[in-house]
């Protein structure tokens, strides 16, 4: 059956829309609560992903010393920060941070961008409903990837990266009290009397996710000029260091 949807990408409309936001975090909490017939210890494997397999040595090192970092020495103005910050040691300690929030692990989507979340809108004998689509990276890892994914993406007009501010935790509570709403109505009361579900655990876990989320765009951007010879993506990194 077709059903007429549309890109979560008009961020007044959806993002900024409680109703869409809610159906979202109750569609979200409903997958996380899924027990699946696969293996439920890939959370190591997920960090090893992102951070070794699409990041291998030879793109290390053209960031350390090879044609990544004169095309950044080149234009240093455009590179402020990977001029400032080591994003080798960033991500030592972005894997340490990951690992030791002590998200729980749970089936994930792993790539909630806006492209993979479709609206439709209410019509004649509809509500407004929100579907999650492209699953070829899910898998158990930490609950946190999701929300980190969701809101690196909130209210951002560009598609992969977006220059606007990162969302206040007020803004983030839409999303973060629907999730435990849901998970609470699945799990039942206890699920909120323990601290790791609490509202302040869960927009840590978010923040801490959301910076893998922009690590892991970081890495392909690099990836894409050893490859290609131009960093075509160019602008996205500088929109990442504001």
Request: charged share 30%.
């Amino acid at each position: 059956m077709f059903a007429p949807t549309i890109w979560l990408s008009n961020p007044r409309r959806d993002d900024l829309n409680p109703k869409t936001v809610s159906v979202l975090a109750q569609k979200v909490a409903k997958l996380h609560s899924l027990d699946m017939p696969i293996p439920k210890d890939s959370a190591d494997w997920y960090m090893r992903i992102i951070m070794d397999d699409w990041f291998p040595e030879c793109d290390r090192e053209s960031y350390r010393n090879g044609s990544v970092r004169q095309e950044i020495q080149k234009n240093k103005n455009d590179y402020k920060t990977l001029i400032s910050v080591d994003l080798l040691d960033e991500m030592d300690w972005l894997r340490r941070m990951c690992e030791r929030i002590d998200s729980p692990v749970v089936f994930s989507h792993c790539d909630l961008n806006r492209r993979n979340t479709l609206v439709r809108e209410a019509g004649v004998g509809q509500g407004l409903d929100v579907y999650i689509i492209d699953w070829d990276y899910c898998c158990y890892t930490y609950r946190g990837a999701d929300f980190g994914d969701y809101f690196m993406n909130w209210c951002q007009t560009e598609l992969d990266f977006g220059g606007e501010p990162f969302p206040t935790d007020d803004q983030m509570l839409v999303f973060i009290n629907a999730y435990i709403r849901e998970m609470t109505a699945i799990n039942g009361n206890s699920y909120t009397q323990l601290e790791i579900n609490s509202r302040h655990r869960l927009i840590k876990e978010a923040k801490v996710f959301a910076l893998l989320g922009y690590i892991k765009e970081v890495c392909y951007c690099v990836q894409e000029y050893d490859r290609h010879g131009s960093l075509k993506e160019s602008k996205d990194i500088k929109f990442i260091q504001h």
